[in-house]
């Protein structure tokens, strides 16, 4: 409280009141306010500036960028999982598919190969977490980059599974006709005695004796080319190409079950077994070409034959028999 002062009034002959002027006390009131006003605003600055007293935004930023720091650390836990697993893809891809399928393995370095030229991370450059982000991202990145290269290595793979099964379907590898015991064979490809001049002659084919009628099979898959009468000694006959080079063929029909261009799967019925043709007794007279030779068909029996069936029968066609023709 400030003092109240007095002064004497001559025309009054009495002590007055002195009142203080009001712009004086206006600037009392600004000073005052002023003077708090600074007061308050050193005071935040002391206590912004402080480390040991935060606000409480500044508290719950700190805990996100905590939180976001784990998060970090739980997603790099991850990516390392994933690169294992990339990698034993990667090295089943290399060691195992390509190499069945014949194909040459992918280089690591083309695997791996980050990005050249342009610094892709810059945006991301000039934070405190700068650094952590720009790893996360390039680890990512390579990571993406190795999936692509996989993914189009399985889509060649599935390209080269397919032709091979193809071929696998293609080439003949059935007997002709059902033989279970394997009591049908009768002759062998190799020099044979002529059944007619018994002269020896090479037997370019396999005979498998069988009732007149029993049922004929293709060996593999294909298209038939021929079903006619008209080729010298196989009497009835039907060949079927089976592409890759692959033509196989069975003679002394005593009936065609197919017509030429039809297309036919490995163990359809093409026909049944005759004595058409330069023939002593019912039998299939079976031929395998290969690039326009005739090879043996023994070989080409693993479809159907165990380890010992194929010994057992490799024996009996060496036998330097007869053939039936
Ligand atoms: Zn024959």
């Known amino acids: 409280m400030s003092k109240v002062k007095y002064y004497y009034d001559p025309d009054t002959l009495s002590y007055r009141k002195i009142e203080p002027k009001k712009s004086k006390r206006y600037r009392n009131i600004f000073l005052f306010l002023m003077g708090s006003a600074l007061f308050g605003f050193l005071g935040l600055i002391i206590l912004l500036n402080t480390r040991w007293v935060n606000t409480p935004k500044e508290l719950s930023l700190e805990r996100e960028v905590r939180n976001y720091e784990l998060q970090f650390d739980i997603l790099n836990r991850k990516m390392d999982q994933m690169e294992q ?16 399928f014949e194909a040459n393995p992918i280089p690591e370095e083309q695997r791996r190969a980050g990005f050249g030229g342009v610094n892709r991370y810059k945006d991301l450059e000039g934070f405190n977490n700068s650094e952590i982000i720009i790893d996360a991202t390039k680890r990512l990145d390579i990571i993406q980059k190795e999936m692509v290269i996989q993914s189009k290595s399985l889509d060649e793979i599935a390209k080269l599974a397919e032709e091979k099964e193809k071929l696998l379907a293609s080439i003949p590898a059935i007997q002709p006709v059902s033989n279970e015991d394997l009591t049908r064979m009768a002759s062998g490809y190799g020099w ?7 002269a020896r002659k090479m ?18 898959d294909g298209k038939v080319v021929r079903a006619d009468n008209r080729s010298s000694g ?4 039907v060949r079927i190409d089976h592409g890759y080079g692959y033509i196989s063929l069975y003679g002394h029909m005593s009936k065609y079950n197919v017509t030429v261009g039809q297309k036919v799967k490995r163990g359809d019925l093409i026909g049944f077994v005759g004595s058409t043709g330069r023939s002593q007794a019912p ?7 290969k ?19 194929f010994e057992n029968m490799l024996r009996l066609a060496n036998q330097e028999n007869q053939s039936l023709d």
Do not use: C, Q
Not at 192 to 198: M, Q, V
Not at 283 to 289: A, I, K, M, N, R
């Open 85 to 100: 697993v990339l990698g034993n893809i990667e090295e089943r891809d290399n060691n195992i598919y390509r190499l069945y």
């Open 192 to 198: 044979r005695s002529d059944p007619f001049t018994k």
């Open 203 to 220: 037997h370019w084919g396999m005979d498998f004796t069988a009732p007149r009628g029993t049922p004929i099979y293709a060996s593999g």
């Open 234 to 237: 196989y009497g009835k006959h």
């Open 283 to 289: 039998h299939v007279h079976y031929e395998v070409f």
């Open 291 to 309: 690039d326009g030779e005739r090879i043996n068909p023994i070989n080409f029996y693993y479809g159907s034959l165990s380890a010992e069936e």
